[in-house]
């Protein structure tokens, strides 16, 4: 009986045990549950909370950039981002497509006075908004015409290359941005290549490559060109802020010294010289190496009054290698085969002299081109003047001092006028040694050793030794191809690119700008003032009449004055 009240006591108890642990282990579930809602409910309210600030700052920060951009761009909203192409065309203005104008006119910008854009290059990743740091690079533009495709704005080379770097692809995506920007008053460039201000008057081409653009952004690089050559300037500092309009305002422009040369090694430079000192170099075959030396007015004086002479030496040291010589005057800054004023082509050292009697002599800047004409050749080259006193003063005492003696009989072999008390020993010593060319125009009287030495070009008749004629036919009558596509000889070729090509440069009569004389002016009435292309282009600028304040087109403003104010 004991026995089995023990064992129900046990049993008992051991339920009862089992009905505490139970009910622990339930309250500690329920605990846990009750402490893992609590954390989600946290999260939850944390996330919540995180979206919130974010919504907020998100709306903070949209109403701050709206009101920046309202006060960049003078209360008008415009903002899009657009695929980029690319349009050849000069300076900076964009094309941007006919919605554009709409939107803009809408909210008055044209009232507002020019267009300027804030253009920032996008990256394809940035559009799904996954980061704010994508931009590869900004710069400012004006706008050409509304005429773009939908979707798309066009931009000439000089602003997509200040946007993408060379290995951009052919599409991108930019944002377009209106703003205002204020008027430059001063501007520091810096040439990358070397040579920009021997160019003459290079602030001028400078000026006009900037009518071309509506805007200068600090960091950007210009694109000038003159002529055949290319200068590439950096912006390095701009005020009053470091984007401004170029636009009916005058800059201020230091230009500072490149450096050191470009990485761009093809640019020629010209390397000053002093008249009496020599240069030494080495041109290859095919290259030019240049140089300029100045001729200043007292020097002048004495070559204008016949007193002196310029002479150019060049001195040839390698025997397997020859030089051709040409000289410019300014503004021609590189002479070349096509284009020089003055050129020597004698085989081995050479020596070219200028005297007064040349009307395209005067003071000023001269430059000299070495052309490798074959081989690698070693020079040396000097500028000097020469004094004429000397040479006059003997060839006036030789004049008086050998009067002809007036017993003279003409050599039947030589025709050279001989004494008659020695005609007879003159004729048989002639006749054995002496042989006259028989080329027409030609008759020069030439030893019996070198006749087979003395030969004419078949195409112009000219005299040479047989080791010149090489190279006097691929000088003078090997054909030259001009830029513009004319295929002519050198003589002919010359003359071609001093009056008729197109390529050539003038100076315009309104900017004073050196340009190229391009093609004959649209306008009937320019091409009967005899007004080139860009001179009619150019001369469309108005400015005002000083005698009676009218705004007048410069190409016009000489019949104005005749015609309303009869002025001769």
């Not at 006036?396 to 002809?404: C, D, E, F, N």
């Amino acid at each position: 009986m004991d026995f089995e009240l023990r064992r129900a006591s046990e049993k008992l108890e051991r339920e009862q045990r089992e009905r505490k642990e139970k009910a622990r282990l339930k309250q500690e579930r329920e605990r846990k549950s009750r402490q893992e809602a609590a954390r989600q409910r946290e999260a939850i309210e944390a996330a919540q909370r995180s979206r919130r600030i974010y919504a907020a700052e998100a709306q903070f920060k949209a109403d701050q950039e709206m009101e920046e951009n309202l006060l960049v761009g003078r209360g008008i909203m415009f903002c899009h981002v657009l695929e980029a192409v690319t349009y050849q065309g000069n300076g900076d203005r964009i094309k941007l497509p006919p919605s554009c104008f709409t939107e803009l006119s809408e909210q008055g910008a044209f009232d507002k006075g020019p267009l300027h854009f804030r253009l920032s290059a996008i990256n394809q990743e940035a559009v799904s908004g996954v980061k704010d740091d994508q931009k590869q690079g900004a710069t400012h533009a004006g706008v050409l015409e509304f005429t773009a495709e939908e979707g798309s704005v066009g931009l000439p080379p000089h602003v997509w290359s200040n946007l993408f770097c060379s290995g951009a692809p052919d599409t991108s995506l930019i944002e377009v941005r209106y703003v205002w920007l204020p008027k430059g008053t001063y501007a520091k460039l810096k040439p990358d290549e070397l040579g920009f201000s021997d160019i003459p008057n290079h602030k001028a081409v400078l000026e006009t490559s900037l009518r071309q653009h509506a805007t200068l952004s600090q960091d950007d690089v210009l694109t000038v060109n003159h002529g055949a050559l290319t200068y590439h300037l950096r912006v390095l500092e701009l005020k009053p802020s470091s984007s401004v309009s170029v636009l009916e305002t005058d800059i201020e422009v230091d230009i500072v010294g490149p450096d050191s040369a470009s990485e761009r090694t093809n640019q020629h430079v010209l390397k000053p010289l002093i008249l009496g000192i020599s240069e030494s170099g080495i041109v290859e075959e095919g290259n030019y190496r240049y140089y300029k030396f100045l001729i200043e007015e007292e020097t002048w004086v004495r070559i204008s009054s016949e007193d002196a002479n310029i002479e150019i030496k060049v001195e040839s040291d390698t025997q397997d290698g020859d030089t051709d010589l040409y000289v410019s005057r300014h503004p021609l800054l590189f002479p070349t085969r096509h284009q020089h004023g003055w050129s020597s082509h004698d085989v081995g050292s050479k020596a070219l002299i200028i005297s007064s009697k040349d009307q395209s002599l005067g003071s000023g800047t001269y430059n000299i081109g070495i052309y490798g004409f074959k081989g690698t050749t070693k020079y040396r080259l000097v500028v000097t003047i020469q004094d004429n006193h000397d040479h006059r003063m003997g060839q006036k005492a030789a004049s008086s001092s050998s009067p002809m003696e007036m017993d003279t009989v003409d050599c039947r072999n030589c025709k050279h006028y001989i004494p008659s008390r020695t005609i007879a020993l003159h004729e048989a010593y002639c006749s054995r040694h002496n042989v006259i060319c028989q080329h027409a125009f030609c008759g020069v009287v030439l030893r019996t050793g070198e006749v087979k030495n003395h030969i004419h070009c078949d195409k112009c008749g000219q005299a040479f030794q047989q080791g010149e004629i090489e190279k006097h036919m691929k000088v003078f009558h090997e054909p030259l191809h001009c830029p513009c596509g004319v295929v002519l000889e050198k003589e002919l070729m010359v003359q071609h690119q001093t009056s008729n090509c197109p390529l050539r440069l003038i100076t315009c009569r309104f900017c004073g700008d050196m340009v190229q004389a391009g093609t004959s002016a649209a306008d009937v009435r320019d091409r009967l003032r005899g007004l080139s292309e860009h001179e009619s282009v150019c001369g469309s600028r108005t400015t005002t009449c000083d005698s009676c304040g009218r705004s007048v087109m410069l190409k016009e403003m000489d019949i104005h004055q005749i015609a309303v104010h009869q002025k001769n």
